[in-house]
C-alpha cells in the first residue's frame, strides 16, 4: 500500500542517501525513500554479502556499493540502520570519507550508547542527527521492510547538545515525508521512556515465553495448543531479531534495570496480593489498566479492533 | 462470519439449552448454538436486569429467564458462563430445579476450583463436565460476543473422576459442532497448564502496564505515544475484564504462584546476564524462542501476518 505514502516529491531532500544495514528498518527506508524520492540516489550499504546480493535482486535501490567507505564517498545524508552494538565500528570505517556539511543519522533503540560510540568518528564540519522510529514487527531482513512502515508513528530525535539547527530540520522533515510524527528530546530521557514501553516489554515477553519452554509438567506441545489464552501474544516480540535485542539490552543496562526493578517491585505486591486473596487490590489495578489502552487507541498507535483484528486461524 | 461454521444440525444436540452468564463468552455461546441449530431452545439467565434487557433486544435467545431458578427447569443442558468466583452460589441457586439427566457444565479458566464448587450442589442422577474453551478477546459484555468466537480453538475438558462417559461426548460433540477442538485431561494439570500458557502472562501484561502508569520520570502521555516499541501489545490482554481476572488468580492461587515463581528465578538470570553484559546468554535466548512462535503458526493458533496483522493506524 505505497499509495497511502502520497505522491513523490518533485525536488528531493538530499542528494546521496545512504543506508547502511538492510535489514527491516533500513530496507523500509530504502523502499520509502525511493517510492518518495526523498534522494536523487539511494544507496545501500551492508557487511553481508548475501544481504547486498538480495537487495540488488529486489532492487529496492539505485546502487549497492561494496564497501560502507565507499558508499558515503560524497553523500550528504547517512543512515545506519545496524544493531547498536555496531554503530562504533560503522562510523570508524566511513569516518574518513565522510565530507563536511554530511549528515550522519541512525536508527537505534537506544540513543545514550550511539551517541557515545559514533560522535569520537566524526570530523569537524559533519553533523550528527540520532533518530529513533518507534516501528517495527517481528520479522527481520530485507525481505521483511515496507514503504509504509513509518506511517503513523513516531520518529524520536536526540540531537547532541550545539547540533546545529539546520541539519535537525532536514531530518525532520525527512521523517515527516515518511508520515511519522516527529520528538526532540535529550538521549537520556529517550532511553528512559524507551525501557518502559519498548525495552522490558521484549524482556518480559523473551523471559516467559524460556520459561514456558523449560517446564517439564507441562509439554511443549501444551503450551502451544493451549497458546490462545494469552501466551501466544507474547510470543510475537520474543521473535524478533536477536542480535538487535541483545545490543540493545547491553546497551541500556541501566534504564533497563532501573524500570525491571520497578516491574518486580510492582509483580512481588501482586504476588503477595494473591497469597493473601487480595481480591480488591486485584481488581482495582485490573480495572486501572484498561484506560490505558483506550488512550493508545484514541491517539492512533493501536487498533479499536478486539484482539489486534487477528484473522481467525482455520 | 457465521457462514464459517457450517450449516445448522438437522436434529439438535439438546432439547433446553440454559446459559447462565450473557458475557463475551456466554452470548458467543448463544449466538453460535442457535445459529447452528444446536439446541431447540436457547435459554439465556444473567444476574443483571441491564444484561437481560439487552440480550433480549439482540434477540440472540429464545427465551430470557427472570432467575437462574426458572431458566434450568426441564433444561437438559446448563452452561454457567459466570466469573470462577461465582459458580457456586449459581449452582446453589438451580441445584432443586435441575432434573436427573441434566447436563451441567462451565467454560471457566479455572477447573479444580470450579469443581469443588459446584459438585457438593448437585444432586444425584445430574452429570457434571466442566470446560474451558481457550478462546476469548480483551472486550467483554453481551454486544462483544460472535459466534465464530470457538472456531478453530481449543476445548479442554476435565470430568471428574467416575463421570459417566455419555455426557462427556455429547459436551465434546456440543463444542466440535461449534468448530472447536476438544482435549480431556484433569482439573488439576489444566489448571498448571492454563497458569503458564494463560494466566501468568495475563499477570504480568497487568503488572507491567500498572508500572508504566506509575512513574514519575516518564509521563503517561509518553508511555502512551511511544507504546508501538512493544508495551501496546500488553494492553491488549491488560484490558480484560477485571471481575474475571480477580477470580482467577484467587481459585488458581498454588498453580499461578508456583508458575511465577519460576518465571521470577528466570527473570533473575536474565537481569544478572545484562549486568554482567553476558551477550551470549541473552542471545541464546532471544534465538530459542522464535521457534516457539513458528510451532504456534504452524498448528493454526496464531496467524503469521507480520505485527498480528494489524491494521496500520492513519
Redesign the interface.
Known amino acids: 500500500m505505497p499509495e497511502?505514502l502520497g505522491p513523490p516529491l518533485e525536488q528531493p531532500l538530499f542528494n546521496r542517501l545512504v543506508i547502511v544495514g538492510l535489514g527491516l528498518i533500513g530496507s523500509s527506508l530504502a523502499r520509502a525513500a525511493r517510492h518518495l524520492h526523498l534522494a536523487r540516489t539511494v544507496v545501500a550499504a551492508d557487511a553481508s554479502p548475501a544481504v547486498r546480493a538480495r537487495v540488488a535482486e529486489l532492487g529496492i535501490v539505485d546502487e549497492v556499493a561494496p564497501s560502507v567507505a565507499e558508499a558515503v564517498r560524497g553523500a550528504d545524508y547517512v543512515i545506519l540502520c545496524v544493531p547498536v552494538g555496531a554503530c562504533g565500528a560503522v562510523a570508524a570505517e566511513m569516518s574518513g570519507a565522510l565530507v563536511p556539511g554530511a549528515i550522519v543519522s541512525d536508527v537505534g533503540?537506544v540513543k545514550g550508547s550511539v551517541v557515545a560510540q559514533v560522535q569520537p568518528h566524526l570530523t569537524s564540519g559533519v553533523h550528527f542527527v540520532p533518530a529513533h522510529p518507534?516501528?517495527?514487527?517481528?520479522?527481520s531482513g530485507p525481505d521483511?521492510g515496507f514503504a509504509?512502515l513509518f506511517?503513523?508513528?513516531?520518529c524520536?530525535l536526540t540531537p547532541p547538545e550545539g547540533t546545529d539547527p539546520d541539519p535537525v530540520a532536514q531530518v525532520r522533515a525527512f521523517w515527516e515525508a515518511l508520515g511519522s510524527n516527529v520528538?526532540i528530546m535529550t538521549p537520556q530521557h529517550h532511553d528512559?521512556?524507551?525501557a518502559?514501553?519498548?525495552?522490558?516489554?521484549?524482556?518480559?515477553?523473551?523471559?516467559?515465553?524460556?520459561?514456558?519452554?523449560?517446564?517439564e509438567?507441562?509439554t511443549?506441545s501444551?503450551?502451544?495448543?493451549?497458546?490462545?489464552?494469552?501466551?501466544?501474544?507474547?510470543?510475537?516480540?520474543?521473535?524478533?531479531d536477536?542480535?538487535m535485542?541483545?545490543?540493545v539490552?547491553?546497551n541500556n543496562?541501566d534504564a533497563?534495570?532501573e524500570?525491571?526493578g520497578?516491574?518486580?517491585e510492582?509483580?512481588s505486591a501482586?504476588?503477595r496480593a494473591?497469597?493473601w486473596?487480595d481480591?480488591e487490590a486485584?481488581?482495582n489495578?485490573?480495572?486501572?489498566?484498561?484506560t490505558?489502552?483506550?488512550?493508545?487507541i484514541d491517539?492512533?498507535?493501536?487498533?479499536p479492533?478486539?484482539?489486534?483484528?487477528?484473522?481467525?486461524?482455520?
Not at 151 to 154: E, L, V
Request: hydrophobic residues 45%; charged residues 25%; aromatic residues 10%.
Open positions: 497511502r533503540s518507534v516501528a517495527g514487527t517481528e520479522h521483511a509504509t506511517h503513523g508513528r513516531w524520536i520528538e528512559l521512556v524507551l518502559i514501553t519498548s525495552h522490558v516489554p521484549h524482556l518480559i515477553a523473551y523471559n516467559i515465553v524460556g520459561t514456558a519452554a523449560d517446564l509438567e507441562v511443549q501444551e503450551v502451544i495448543k493451549f497458546s490462545a489464552g494469552g501466551f501466544r501474544d507474547f510470543t510475537r516480540i520474543a521473535a524478533s536477536p542480535t535485542w541483545r545490543d539490552f547491553l543496562k533497563v534495570l524500570m525491571l520497578r516491574f518486580n510492582d509483580l501482586l504476588q494473591i497469597r486473596n481480591g486485584l481488581f489495578l485490573f480495572s486501572r489498566t484498561r490505558i489502552r483506550r488512550g493508545i491517539v492512533g498507535q493501536e487498533t479492533e478486539p484482539d489486534f483484528g487477528r484473522r481467525k486461524a482455520d
